[in-house]
């Protein structure tokens, strides 16, 4: 099976401006989860996505938003880029059996807010 | 939310030493993992482990769960092991929502 892919790996953006980041989960996995690392703050959860529906929300701001679609495909957009938002951006799937829920993630994208 | 404690923070090895590298959890979690991230970002799955014992090679890894702890033992160290190991765990109330700890830094030296 593939893994979790994400694209791009890497990213220059300038203040004010957004951005849109895409994640492919394994093949028959339906939940996607958003991460942000950061030294100072560490990995920090953004949003899951499950079945095209979000389903749980972490502590950030409403610039960030995410969806999902029918092909579990996900996608994230940051709005209105802050300095602060420079990061690695971390995608993660797994199937969710309810019981058994390996999560297995992506390379990443790196972000560079300039 | 869960808290998640790492230690030790930093770890420097001799290659060939063994090492252990522990996570506590502030409450009952589930799902626990353990990862390693390697240099370009990605983490690695090292172990799922929401209980009991498990080995792979020179790692294993053993979770107590009613003791809220997990352990991760690495033997006969290479430069290779080198990186941030990361435990990370779900809430049972929060469904899918990891928690991750601080990560510990290994550099094993030659």
């Known amino acids: 099976k593939a893994g979790v892919t994400q694209t791009p790996r890497y990213l220059i953006k300038t203040r004010g401006q957004q951005v849109t980041l895409s994640c492919s989960p394994i093949s028959g996995h339906r939940s996607v989860s958003w991460y942000q690392q950061t030294p100072g703050q560490g990995l920090q959860f953004l949003f899951e996505y499950f079945s095209e529906t979000q389903r749980n929300k972490g502590n950030f701001p409403g610039r960030f938003s995410g969806r999902q679609f029918s092909n579990s495909r996900s996608e994230m957009n940051v709005s209105t880029l802050e300095l602060g938002d420079s990061a690695l951006y971390l995608c993660a799937s797994s199937s969710w059996t309810g019981i058994y829920n390996e999560q297995f993630f992506g390379p990443g994208t790196r972000l560079t807010v300039l | 939310g869960i808290q998640v404690e790492q230690s030790p923070p930093d770890l420097i090895l001799q290659e060939g030493a063994n090492s252990t590298l522990r996570c506590n959890f502030s409450?009952?979690?589930?799902?626990l993992q353990w990862f390693h991230q390697n240099p370009w970002g990605q983490l690695i799955n090292l172990f799922y482990i929401p209980s009991g014992t498990k080995q792979n090679g020179r790692l294993s890894a053993t979770t107590v769960a009613t003791e809220r702890y997990s352990l991760l033992y690495i033997s006969s160290s290479q430069t290779t092991d080198s990186g941030v190991y990361f435990c990370?765990?779900?809430?049972?109330?929060?469904?899918?929502?990891?928690?991750f700890g601080t990560g510990t830094s290994l550099t094993v030296i030659p």
């Open positions: 990370a765990a779900t809430d049972p109330n929060t469904g899918n929502q990891f928690y």
């Open positions: 409450d009952s979690v589930n799902n």
